[in-house]
């Protein structure tokens, strides 16, 4: 999947969001709403206040779900 349609997914905030990171643990995202996004993966949870600091964060060994998104799939 793109960054993009990635984006789109969570910023449909109709679900929470579970994506299979192959050889990792699974990413689990919760879009409250346009100003609140919940972050689960592995031991790290955190608050976002934007889809842009969602997007960028480096927590998944340096790299961003921008960056990790060609990876994922929808669970």
Known sequence: MTKEELQDVIL???????LNYPEH???FINP???????LSYEDIEKVYDSIEAL????????????EIAPLLTLL
Do not use: A, E, P
């Not at 409250?32 to 919940?38: C, N, T, V």
């Not at 997007?55 to 921008?66: A, H, V």
């Open 12 to 18: 449909s905030f109709t679900n929470d969001v579970l």
């Open 25 to 27: 643990d699974t990413i």
């Open 32 to 38: 409250f709403h346009i100003h609140k996004f919940l």
């Open 55 to 66: 997007m960028t964060d480096k927590i998944y060994n340096g790299k961003s779900l921008s």
